[in-house]
Nanobody, 115 residues
Framework: VQLQASGGGLVQPGGSLTLSCAAS????????IHWFRQAPGKEREEVSC????????FYSHPVKGRFTISGDVSKNTVYLQMNNLKDEDTGVYFC?????????WGQGTLVTVSS
């Protein structure tokens, strides 16, 4: 099983980025997919989650209204659309899938919000 996170980069405050998490060896529509982030010097925190089987979603308070999570079952990929980015959104973003056997993590993609 591999999770490939991509789409990070440098963006100015107020800008947008879309992160992707592509899975291989596992069908994402059978699981909930989580996005976490870790800012420098801080603990990893969950920012969003989607269950593609019923499209139910979760957003943490700091990102609610600015981030949108979605899934494309045909591409076995989950996206995190991030709008109105703020300095405090800076960090490494990881996608995660929890199965009955194991937690799987992507390698992380760096998002830097800076003017």
């Amino acid at each position: 099983v591999q999770l490939q996170a991509s789409g990070g980069g440098l963006v100015q405050p107020g800008g947008s980025l879309t992160l992707s998490c592509a899975a291989s060896g596992l069908r994402l529509n059978y699981y909930a997919i989580h996005w976490f982030r870790q800012a420098p010097g801080k603990e990893r925190e969950e920012v969003s989650c989607i269950s593609t089987s019923d499209d139910s979603t979760f957003y943490s308070h700091p990102v609610k209204g600015r981030f949108t999570i979605s899934g494309d079952v045909s591409k076995n990929t989950v996206y995190l659309q991030m709008n109105n980015l703020k300095d405090e959104d800076t960090g490494v973003y990881f996608c995660n899938v929890r199965t009955a056997i194991k937690d799987y993590w992507g390698q992380g993609t760096l998002v830097t919000v800076s003017s």
